[in-house]
């Protein structure tokens, strides 16, 4: 996500082209999200945005999954999670990407550089999201628990 200009300006501009208001919320989340480096829980959004509630929380990342600014990663955790979606593109299969769940830790990381296998679907569907959740254990609760 480097290559995304995170100041304020450039963020009012993704937010108008889906058709979103820029507002002084939705442009602290949209710009939490773009630094996170990976998924975040609607708990950890509140952790980091103590000034924003709960249900502004809720209701902005409910416009922003329906604008396609966000994907929802449902990881097994019993919390889905939000990540700013990379292209912004109109849900381009170049912009979706594996995610691995460590189930000893919790931490879901994204796997930008593992493609998402292509499925053929019938003809007239249209993929808007791809949920690939790899689930084990990341290298350091690896090490705590075989070593």
Do not use: W
Not at 65 to 91: F, M, N, P, T
Not at 103 to 115: M, Y
């Amino acid at each position: 996500m480097d290559s995304v200009n995170k100041d304020t300006a450039n963020i009012d501009d993704i937010l108008q082209r889906r058709q979103v208001r820029p507002t002084a919320n939705r442009i602290a989340i949209f710009r939490e999200l773009l630094n996170a480096g990976g998924p975040l829980s609607m708990a950890e959004l509140e952790e980091r945005l103590v000034t924003i509630d709960k249900s502004g929380l809720s209701r902005t990342l409910g416009l922003f999954a329906s604008r396609h600014l966000v994907h929802v990663i449902e990881d097994g955790s019993g919390a889905a999670k939000y990540e700013a979606c990379q292209g912004h593109s109109d849900h381009s299969i170049d912009d979706m990407h594996p995610h691995f769940h460590c189930e000893g830790c919790g931490v879901t990381v994204c796997l930008d550089d593992t493609p998402v296998p292509l499925v053929s679907v019938p003809d007239g569907y249209e993929v808007y999201s791809v949920n690939y959740v790899i689930k084990g254990l990341c290298g350091v609760c690896a090490s705590k628990y075989n070593g």
